[in-house]
């Protein structure tokens, strides 16, 4: 080809002009679909609904007001609130800066969140007025000074000391859309990793990954412009801001949105709204059949439904297609830095794949293999792998965690896995979960699974302790169904109808409740140490 017939290279203003012409930032989301559907109900929060105009509006009103206040790309703002329309606002908003929404757990000690404060390097918090306390607590533990310190009005009648309203950003005068050059790889959400195992790491995700994922969420999940959500699960976690409330808005559907999961308050606004689609953990699943309310009221609407942040005991895959025959029932599998999905299971495989995690999303590629990197054959438990492009850039100043995750150019999970004969991926535990007694191997999920068909029983976690003789001993925590009564002596007959000598569980204790984070996962590593030391008296 000659060099006349070669386009020449375009220079930096041209490049530039190109770029934003080509822009589809996360902050770009929400103005886009108030174009195509103005006055369409966006948002219902506590009775008050926003049209997709209305939301845009104030977002762009909160934007300028905290570029007023010094806040610019890059920056990291921290964001510690229940589920309320200003954590919306507030996250597109920071999108359209360029800033990077970290968003802080609400269940976390002062001392958690002065952790991550600290470590990402935070230079302005916003935070629910009934938890300013913990988080003064927090910051006294830091030298580093804060840019601004915003309340949002959800829980007290007036404002924390020290603090000033963030509503008043919501009323800035200019209303036009604020223009700044991000790239689609730049960072823009960093996501704080549960931490069940140990100190989380801030996972930092592009609008270009989460725009990756939203597109296998929408496409494998059947996500429609019609659908009418309701949110119940926190939104700094990953799951129900990144696999639901945020697709929503980008097809233009309607998300109604709650403070928390209340099953009785859950079933009222499905009632009301007319709701199609819920995503629940397990946990809440179970609460919502077990709730008095359930069989009495209408819930015809429901057409869809998700589960994931924890697996779900198969019977109660079982219980929800009989209550409920015409929800249509999807599995999403995943973690925080997957954005967070990696394989759904669909609905019309719920009961002929039982117990699996599906198949790799839309723009996602799985593998379990082992140790060395190499593909295991079907059936055989490996580490469960991916590459995507939803993955986060890396770990946040964590290069050697970074490095690790990333080796041989997948990202490892951490969980373990198996394929069967036509490719749907079974999720057999945590890495860290795995138990270790004897020179076995025992999966703590079979052993749950056995023990969760006991009538009696609400929930389970199942885990390994220290053992003198067996080096890590299997050990269950039980909780019964309301009204029930379970000994500990008929469970472990129980179990030993069921399940091979060597996974029987050694211990076994009944509880009220488990210890959850707010997302509904099990935390395995307080159980860990309560019952740490529940062997220490035998001898090997």
């Not at 390097?121 to 913990?134: F, K, S």
Request: hydrophobic content about 40%; proline content about 6%; charged content about 20%.
């Amino acid at each position: 080809m000659s060099d006349e017939n070669q386009a020449a290279p375009p220079d930096a203003q041209l490049s530039a002009t190109i770029a934003r012409a080509r822009s589809q930032q996360l902050g770009d989301l929400l103005r886009r679909s108030a174009a195509r559907t103005p006055n369409k109900t966006a948002l219902v929060f506590r009775g008050e609904r926003d049209s997709f105009a209305e939301l845009d509006r104030v977002v762009n009103s909160c934007a300028n007001a905290l570029a007023a206040r010094g806040i610019t790309k890059g920056d990291r703002v921290a964001l510690y609130s229940h589920n309320n329309r200003a954590f919306v606002v507030i996250r597109f908003a920071l999108a359209r800066l360029g800033a990077v929404m970290t968003p802080v757990n609400f269940m976390l000690s002062a001392n958690d969140v002065a952790y991550i404060l600290e470590h990402s390097g935070a230079r302005a918090i916003i935070a629910e007025d009934a938890l300013c306390a913990t988080a003064d607590a927090a910051l006294s533990q830091l030298d580093q000074p804060m840019l601004f310190r915003l309340s949002i009005a959800h829980a007290l009648d007036s404002l924390p000391n020290g603090w000033e309203a963030v509503e008043p950003l919501f009323d800035h005068p200019d209303v036009s859309t604020p223009y700044v050059e991000i790239a689609g790889d730049d960072p823009i959400q960093m996501m704080y990793t549960s931490g069940t195992e140990s100190r989380p790491k801030g996972a930092l995700l592009s609008s270009d990954a989460l725009y990756a994922q939203y597109g296998s969420c929408i496409s494998d999940g059947e996500m429609s412009a019609s659908d009418i959500e309701l949110h119940c699960l926190p939104l700094f976690h990953c799951a129900q801001l990144d696999c639901f409330l945020t697709p929503d808005l980008y097809l233009g559907a309607t998300s109604i949105l709650m403070e928390a999961a209340d099953p009785g308050l859950m079933l009222k606004a499905i009632a009301e709204e007319g709701v199609t689609k819920l995503f629940c953990p397990p946990t809440v699943w179970i609460a919502l059949l077990r709730h008095p309310d359930f069989d009495t009221t209408d819930l015809s609407s429901l057409q869809k439904g998700y589960y994931g942040a924890s697996i779900m005991p198969t019977a109660i895959i079982e219980e929800l297609t009989t209550r409920l025959p015409n929800l249509r029932l999807f599995n999403f599998y995943g973690q925080t830095e997957m954005a967070p999905v990696a394989t759904i299971l669909l609905p019309d495989e719920q009961l002929s794949k039982l117990g699996s995690a599906g198949r790799p999303a839309l723009n996602v590629e799985t593998r379990v293999v082992d140790d060395a990197g190499n593909d295991l054959p079907v059936s055989e438990v490996g580490e469960i792998v991916h590459r995507s492009p939803h993955l986060i850039l890396g770990y946040y100043n964590d290069p050697a965690k970074t490095a690790e995750a990333f080796e041989g150019g997948w990202f490892h999970s951490g969980d373990l896995g198996r394929f069967d004969e036509d490719g749907y991926l079974y999720v057999v535990d945590r890495k860290k979960d795995m138990i270790k007694t004897g020179g076995e191997n025992v999966a703590s999920r079979e052993v749950e699974e056995a023990i969760f068909r006991h009538p009696a029983v609400a929930e389970v976690a199942v885990f390994g302790v220290p053992h003198p003789k067996w080096i890590e001993a299997v050990t269950a925590v039980i909780v019964p169904k309301p009204g029930e009564e379970i000994t500990i002596e008929a469970l472990q007959a129980y179990c030993g109808d069921r399940l091979s000598h060597f996974k029987r569980p050694k211990h076994v204790a009944i509880a009220e409740a488990l210890p959850k984070n707010a997302s509904g996962k099990i935390l395995k590593k307080d159980l860990r140490i309560e019952y740490a030391g529940i062997f220490a008296s035998e001898t090997a």
